[in-house]
């Protein structure tokens, strides 16, 4: 009935009282620290009518399991975690990023920390003939044979991270940076700001389904707004957002407490509300539709390269919209393919945990199906998916990728520790919150020099790994050249897992077994 640890708390009152009346007595200047045990008292009487359990039965002495439960990830972080063990990104490869990002040197001492016979260990074979690959190659063109404005991209760019999401500092770090390191910055869905506009780094607008920045007061989608807007020099393309890796099939969310009153302006919506995406476009519902919103934006922009991002899902579906493509004559300038263990400042977790497909897995896919239909020399494909080291984009371009866009590495960039309280608006660093004294630790200046150099760091080393693999362009790699350990034992090259398909098969009939089954569900007039 009367628990022992209450009856501990019974008997503290009773000494609290006690000592009180004796300092009362004896010694009245006592009673100022006595009353830290006034305090704990409170507390504990509050902690009996609590709703949490472990409170109503250990009064105060239960504060401790939810000190520790707070703590627990900064503890696991800084003292128990390996260089190699931490998730989302591990210590190793955040250090690697901070000091690139410094400028400093990114060498190690004395051998790998990595286990070479782990399973999902991926690894590349150098060449006996390395080659010098010319820093030329770190950029290429986007833009089909129906973009009248291609851009001379870099093949590295900052991924979609909208302000709102980010602090104002951020995204202006971020963008000031890509100006000095001649790159794109992806505004994210939350529309473009003045933070995006400040420094004149080249944009890459998207536009997701509520349309925000050049939508109407029913949430639709507003010509003249969009027109006005995208038609600017600093826009460079134009990115259709279908679904994200870090929730696909679930609309944006950008919760209340981090919509201020110059949020809500850059969206138009309602201050201090949730602003939350719908999950599919209002303006089509089909892969046919799709298609004919890909021509409707580069009407509108006089042929700037346009092109959608979705993390793949039903694999179908996208078949669906490369019949779309053969059918409508219509080609997008490019597809981001955003992998399921892709980022986002809030998201239900068990859609971060549960749906879409891997970065690589989809890669193959994707430019499997491309080359099928024979369109895949007019289409750019972009990875998108825990792009840290010039290796990873290494293997995202050996699988089908023609370049990679990342995010999370350059918020370590601008100062992120990692220390996930993005949905919050309580981030330490003032990276992912809209608190404006938070927010201000950033040094615009200073960190956007850190954003350049990261950048030219990761270009750097993905071009002189290109070189040891004896490859002289990118355009070389293939999946043959990386390595896979799927398990315990020998590794299998990429090649071997995904083989490629030929340009045109699916045209003549000649559709692999593995994508036999998805391509006769496929249509052009349903998802």
Not at 256 to 276: F, P, W
Not at 491 to 503: D, L, N, Q, Y
């Amino acid at each position: 009935m009367f628990g022992y640890p209450r009856l501990i708390y019974a008997g503290f009152v009773l000494l609290t009282i006690a000592l009180g009346v004796v300092l009362a007595l004896w010694w009245p200047i006592g009673l100022w620290p006595w009353l830290l045990l006034v305090a704990l008292v409170i507390v504990g009487a509050l902690d009996l009518r609590s709703r949490h359990n472990v409170l109503r039965n250990f009064p105060v002495v239960g504060h401790l399991r939810y000190m520790l439960e707070f703590l627990r990830p900064e503890l696991r972080q800084y003292f128990f975690e390996s260089e190699t063990s931490g998730r989302p990104f591990n210590r190793e490869q955040r250090e690697i990023v901070y000091k690139r990002s410094a400028g400093a040197g990114d060498t190690s001492p004395f051998g790998t920390m990595r286990d070479f016979e782990d399973a999902g260990f991926n690894f590349a074979q150098h060449s006996m003939a390395p080659k010098d690959v010319d820093k030329r190659h770190a950029r290429l063109m986007i833009g089909g044979s129906q973009c009248r404005q291609p851009y001379d991209s870099s093949r590295l760019n900052i991924s979609a991270m909208s302000f709102g999401s980010l602090s104002g500092n951020a995204v202006a770090a971020m963008n000031r940076g890509a100006a000095l390191g001649n790159f794109a910055q992806d505004t994210g869905e939350g529309a473009i700001s003045d933070y995006h506009r400040e420094h004149g780094g080249d944009l890459i607008w998207e536009v997701a389904s509520a349309y925000f920045g050049c939508r109407t007061k029913e949430g639709r989608f507003d010509d003249a707004e969009f027109a006005k807007k995208a038609n600017t020099d600093q826009v460079k393309m134009l990115e259709i957002k279908i679904s994200q890796g870090a929730k696909p099939g679930h609309g944006g969310l950008l919760p209340g407490s981090k919509v201020t009153e110059e949020i809500a302006r850059v969206r138009e919506i309602e201050v201090g509300k949730d602003c939350a995406s719908p999950a599919s476009h209002p303006e089509f519902d089909t892969p046919r539709g799709l298609l004919e919103f890909v021509d409707r934006l580069r009407q509108l922009t006089h042929g700037k390269p346009v092109g959608f991002k979705l993390c793949l899902g039903r694999q179908d579906e996208f078949m669906g919209i490369c019949k779309a493509m053969l059918e409508t004559g219509i080609y997008p300038d490019f597809i981001t393919v955003d992998g399921a263990e892709g980022g986002t400042g809030a998201a239900p977790t068990e859609f971060q945990d549960s749906l879409g497909t891997f970065i690589n897995e989809a890669l193959p896919f994707v430019d499997n199906c491309l080359r099928g239909i024979g369109l895949r020399d007019e289409i750019r494909i972009i990875a998108s998916g825990k792009v840290v080291m010039g290796f990873d984009m290494v293997v995202k371009i050996a699988l089908g990728a023609d370049m990679c866009n990342a995010a999370r590495p350059f918020m370590f960039s601008v100062g992120c520790i990692q220390a996930r309280r993005c949905h919050t608006d309580t981030c330490p660093t003032g990276v992912a919150t809209q608190n404006p004294r938070r927010a201000a630790a950033i040094d615009v200046l200073g960190k956007s020099l850190a954003v350049r150099n990261f950048h030219d760091a990761t270009i750097g080393s993905f071009l002189d790994i290109t070189g040891a693999m004896g490859c002289s362009t990118p355009d070389a790699l293939t999946r043959s050249l990386i390595h896979h350990r799927p398990e315990h034992g020998p590794a299998r090259t990429f090649a071997e897992v995904h083989p490629t398909v030929k340009s045109g098969a699916f045209l003549n009939g000649d559709v692999p077994e593995g994508y036999i089954s998805a391509w006769a569900r496929a249509s052009a007039d349903a998802f």
